[in-house]
Structure formats: structure tokens, C-alpha cells
């Protein structure tokens, strides 16, 4: 009888050792993401002003099957900023186990608007036409950006079909004339529209900066805002700001989701409270993220 406690004891002991050993699930994850992940980095997907435009590929190693794909558009107001510092905002959907594509685009010191529009839609236009070769699942495309990012993202995922803003992307047999789509936009306050950014109250240098010289500015700000491109049959939009950002106007996602809800697009606004231009707290955050992940399983993008 004591020979069996003693047994059973041990074999306790060499379990809870055992146990005492396995890395937490974030632990984990960290620890192995390296070997999880193939990056290449400096992918040429057009040239524009003989600037060649490049993106980086994470691709999901030990994917059975085609993986959904973040495309992430960084921010800077279109007049600086670029993809190398844009790796923490999309870990998220590493961890995941999604696909990643970082996305360069021109600023407006390289070309005006609508260059930064053309430049991610041609992006989109090159996921499509390597999605067997990097392993993407075209149906279970999501965009995403931070400000200026956010705007991009809406305006790739919104775009008809007509507008030109896709005219010079390369295409090929395929996929050269595909329709291109999204399955969901996830927009961290980034504008709408922007004609408001170029006069009045609202006027801001950026959005200036990057008209340029051009001689009929809004007829180019309303071709490159969301807001002229709402309609149903949208795909899902997801959006979080801050009701005290000082850099982009809140007021401006309030009107975009009005908009989308009366056109019947599914959507969601998250307002942080207080919150100013991405000046979150941790809580906040963690609060914006469990409410995108809802959303997105709602729509069939996450188990």
C-alpha cells in the first residue's frame, strides 16, 4: 500500500514537472513565431515615377491550406512614414497564423494623390495574382491601416470597379482583369473625406501636402475618399477612433458609419472614450481587440 502512495506520488511529482516546463500559449508563440514564419522581404509589385514599390510577404509555413491574409497599409499622414515600422501593429494576425503583407506606397514628396490609392490597389491587384505561390486565400482577404493606413484601407476595399485608379497595376492573363474584393476592412481612425481636411475648421497640412499643386483639389479629394464610395454590398467594415483625436475628426467615422448602416453594410464604429490619435491605453486596446475579434468571427474570418 505505502509502495503504491509512493508510486502515485512520484508519478504526481514528474507530471507537475512536466508541466512546470511547457511555456504559457503567448510564451509559446513567442518562442517559435521565428520558425512558424518564411519573410520575404523587398518584393517589387510595380514601378511608378521609376520608384520601384515593394511590400513584404510573412507566409505562414506549415499552412495545409490556402491562409487567410492581412494586408496592412502604414500611416504617416500620406507624406511620411514607411513598412519597417509597422511590424507590431500586425502581430496580432501572426499569431493567428495568418498571412501578412507590409505595403510601401508613394508619399506625397514622390507623387501626389491619388498616387498612395493607385499604388495600394495595384497591392491588392498583386496578392491576387500570387496568392498560389505565397498560399492565399483570395476569399479571406482583410485590409488594415492605422490613419493614413486606415483611409487606404477603406478606399482599396470600397473601390468599383471604373474609377482608373487601377489602370497602370500589372496584370497577367489571370488575374490581370479579375474583380478585386475584400473580405473585410478594418479601419483604425483613418478619414473619410477627405475634401474636409482642405478647407475650414477641419483643414489639415497633410492633407494638404499631399493635393500638392493641383488645381482642382476637391474634385481629387472626393475621387479619394470613402465616403463617395459607400453602397451596398460592401464588404464588412470594422473601425475604431478616438472621439478626442486631434489629427484625423472623429466626426468623420461617426458619418462613415451612418452612411454604411443606411446602405445596410454590415459594420461597427468602437469609440474610445478620451481617446486621442491612437493614444490608447492598454485597457482600450484590449477592449478594441476582443471586439474585433467578435467581428470577424462573425463574419467567418476567425474559428
Not at 80 to 99: E, I, S
Not at 108 to 126: G, K, M, T, Y
Not at 136 to 142: A, E, G, N, P
Not at 194 to 218: C, F, H, R, T
Amino acid at each position: 500500500m505505502h509502495r503504491a502512495v509512493a508510486v502515485f506520488l512520484c508519478c504526481l511529482s514528474l507530471a507537475a514537472c512536466a508541466a512546470a516546463q511547457q511555456l504559457p500559449p503567448t510564451e509559446k508563440w513567442t518562442a517559435t513565431v521565428a520558425e512558424r514564419y518564411a519573410i520575404y522581404p523587398d518584393v517589387v509589385y510595380g514601378t511608378a515615377n521609376n520608384y520601384a514599390l515593394k511590400l513584404d510577404v510573412w507566409q505562414r509555413k506549415d499552412a495545409k491550406t490556402p491562409a487567410p491574409t492581412l494586408i496592412y497599409y502604414h500611416g504617416g499622414g500620406w507624406i511620411f512614414g514607411d513598412r519597417t515600422g509597422a511590424t507590431l501593429y500586425f502581430l496580432p494576425y501572426l499569431q493567428m497564423g495568418w498571412n501578412v503583407i507590409n505595403v510601401e506606397y508613394r508619399m506625397a514628396s514622390q507623387s501626389p494623390a491619388p498616387a498612395a490609392v493607385e499604388d495600394c490597389r495595384c497591392a491588392l491587384r498583386w496578392v491576387y495574382r500570387n496568392a498560389k505561390q505565397y498560399n492565399i486565400d483570395t476569399k479571406k482577404i482583410v485590409v488594415t491601416g492605422h490613419s493614413a493606413g486606415g483611409h487606404l484601407s477603406l478606399i482599396v476595399g470600397m473601390l468599383p470597379d471604373g474609377t482608373g485608379l487601377d489602370n497602370n497595376c500589372i496584370g497577367d492573363e489571370k488575374y490581370g482583369d479579375a474583380k478585386l474584393g475584400v473580405a473585410a476592412i478594418v479601419n483604425w481612425y483613418g478619414p473619410s473625406d477627405v475634401g474636409e481636411l482642405l478647407q475650414g475648421p477641419e483643414l489639415k497640412n497633410y492633407a494638404i501636402m499631399w493635393m500638392g499643386s493641383q488645381v482642382d483639389v476637391q474634385t481629387v479629394a472626393k475621387r479619394v475618399s470613402p465616403l463617395t464610395y459607400v453602397r451596398p454590398g460592401l464588404p464588412p467594415v470594422f473601425t475604431v477612433h478616438g472621439d478626442a483625436d486631434d489629427v484625423v475628426p472623429y466626426e468623420q467615422s461617426v458619418r462613415l458609419h451612418k452612411a454604411l448602416s443606411a446602405a445596410g453594410v454590415p459594420n461597427e464604429l468602437v469609440t474610445i472614450k478620451g481617446g486621442g490619435h491612437g493614444q490608447f491605453n492598454d485597457a482600450q486596446l484590449e477592449d478594441a481587440y476582443t471586439k474585433l475579434y467578435a467581428f470577424l468571427r462573425e463574419h467567418g474570418l476567425m474559428q
